[in-house]
């Protein structure tokens, strides 16, 4: 079956305590990107990346850090994770570049920094 | 950059009414506008969309319209069911920039 899977679902840490959000998908997509969505906000991207070893920054990168080394995976790193950074985050893949193509999203991952 | 805006950020319809949820962009290079649909705690999936060189789109119940004159796009929901009832995201390509811009979304609730 063709998915994207974030692990973990749901998180509760503290401030200041490094987390990695793991993402990977199945499907060979090169394009592969994370959201963060917020009531009154909607979908917001923080990172993306084209290839393996290739990222960018979205719109909202501060406080985030990403890596792709391989083409299915896609981790998303809170060095010293902050309470502004509680949200639910998604991770996505798409077969086109650039956004312009279906984004096939993950599940979500709830992440509540105290 | 892309700037997304979306109207209204609820609405509520009485089944078997239409709905519609109009979205304005800024960047004029824009060409790829696509809707999704995020049912409560379920991750958002894409219903339709429509490329700049075409002005309307339709599948079953659900229309897209493109204005790029005007820089707006609208999702047409016909003979709604109380399954419709979920949070509508549209979306603009950022023109050549590699990112997909999210309106912040309608909540539309479907009354039997």
């Known amino acids: 079956e063709a998915q994207v899977t974030q692990n973990p679902r749901y998180l509760i840490t503290v401030t200041g305590k490094k987390l990695t959000v793991t993402c990977s998908q199945n499907?060979?997509?090169?394009?592969m990107s994370w959201y963060r969505q917020d009531p009154g906000l909607g979908l917001r991207q923080i990172y993306y990346?084209?290839?393996?070893?290739?990222?960018d920054k979205g719109d909202v990168p501060e406080g985030y850090k990403v890596s792709r080394k391989e083409k299915r995976n896609f981790p998303l790193i809170l060095e010293s994770p902050s309470p502004n950074q509680t949200s639910l985050y998604f991770c996505?893949?798409?077969?086109?570049?650039?956004?312009?193509?279906?984004?096939?999203f993950g599940e979500g991952s709830r992440l509540t920094v105290l | 950059g892309e700037n997304v805006e979306q109207h209204p950020s609820t609405l509520s319809v009485q089944e078997g009414d239409s709905a519609v949820i109009k979205c304005t962009y800024s960047?004029?290079?824009?060409?790829?506008f696509p809707w999704y649909k995020q049912e409560l705690g379920k991750r958002p999936q894409l219903i339709i969309d429509?490329?700049?060189?075409?002005g309307e789109k339709k599948d079953q119940r659900i229309a897209v319209t493109l204005n790029k004159t005007a820089k707006h796009f609208s999702l047409h929901i016909t003979e709604t069911q109380p399954g419709d009832s979920a949070v509508y995201f549209c979306?603009?390509?950022?023109?050549?920039?590699?990112?997909?811009?999210f309106g912040a979304g309608t909540r539309l609730a479907v009354h039997p």
């Open positions: 960047d004029s290079a824009s060409n790829y």
């Open positions: 499907m060979n997509h090169e394009y």
């Open positions: 990346s084209m290839n393996v070893e290739v990222t």
């Open positions: 996505a893949s798409s077969s086109l570049q650039g956004g312009t193509g279906e984004l096939f």
């Open positions: 979306a603009a390509d950022s023109g050549g920039y590699n990112k997909l811009i």
């Open positions: 429509i490329r700049s060189n075409v």
